[in-house]
């Protein structure tokens, strides 16, 4: 059976950088370990002025055809993922195709081009559906351009204001990829819910509390609902499993959830008895309220076992470095974590080749996709083409009273004109508004 999977991967970040421990944080009044502990967070990337989910996209897509020796007649469609859209009928993918017209030869004339919206998990279906098209033999050899570009932006004082961030992956997807090779099981959880959404809005309701849960919820309803296809899944499965991450605090709690999971009726219970004792079971007890007491007090003392602490070291934590510096990239967020994954196996000598990860993709309102994905012989030649770190070294980093005034210029409600902080160079850039309010872009030698 041919393998269909992950080809190739660039990012785009946002050009500018708000340091939160010490330049938000100092604003705010507030611990900067609140940051950086608490959330995990370091750094959140923004887009300068002349930057959009339109030209981060197109800057990525760029970069990946260029490298790959790619044309459009290579690219039989393009999906773009994005919970960011700025219009309700014209594609994202449109525009970025527009932008890549300006720089290759040929055009996309030929190519299915769409755009999904389910929050987060979005830039996951979209690389299903790519994965389906494939598989259905409609492809006629091309390979697809999956695209997850958002801009992350919170009201000003919404407790979430501190996660936001701003970036694209692009994505190419196609047979005998370099990178993975996607499992044909999946397992979903979806539920109608209200954690987080934007009612005809550009900045998101959120029940913080509320979010955590349904994330928590859809993502153990997705574990079981892949194992009732995949079999059992056990923790020295999988090398890496990268979670979508909003912020790395709340994938602490999604890989704890995980773990107890896995060892459930394995020999890591088993040794960890006579510490910690076994898991409650749901039939030991008379009253729900009492199992969920005791469950909560068994996972509390899980996180704190040596064997738990250093599988999160090594299949968790990998995964969060990346997002410890951009932020919530939304459609994005997941595939930055797998991202961060591979690129830290790369850098110290790991052998990855043939090893598994399990990817956690999460949609609020509400939906989670768990599947499995082999990691093919071409991932390291593929990570050491990134160039991500020396695009966060180059970051502008902002005052806050700077923030303040690129948040605006953001802001669709506000009109705000402010100099650029940095100059474009070799990329596409945002110029403004045509005759039918569409938005223009241009390329920049």
Known sequence: MTAVGIDAIEIWTGKLKLDLPNTFAEKKGEDPEKYRKGLGLENSSFPDVYEDIVTMGANAAKRLMERKGLTPEDIGRIDVATESSFDNSKPVSTYIAGCLEQVFDENFHHANKGERKFACVAGTQSIDDAYNWIKAGRHRGRAALVIATDTALYERGDPGEATQGAGAVAMLISEEPSVVELSTEQGYGSADETDFLKPNQQFPSVDGKRSMQVYLARMREALE????????????????????????????????????HMIRDTEFEDELEDEIGRQP????????????EALRAYMDDLKETEEYQDWYGRVIEPTLSLAREVGNWYTGSVHVARTSALKHAAETGEELTGDRLLVGSYGSGAQAEIHAETVREGWKEEMDELNIDEQLDDRYDMSFDEYELIHDVHDHEKETDVEEFTRPVGEFTFTGWGRMNERKYEYVE
């Open 225 to 260: 609902d892949f194992e009732s296809v995949a079999g059992r899944t056990h923790p020295d499965d999988f090398e890496y499993i990268p979670f979508h991450t909003p912020f790395p605090g709340m994938v602490r709690k999604a890989g704890l959830l995980g773990y107890r």
């Open 281 to 292: 079971r749901e039939a030991e007890y008379d009253d729900w309220d009492d199992y969920e």
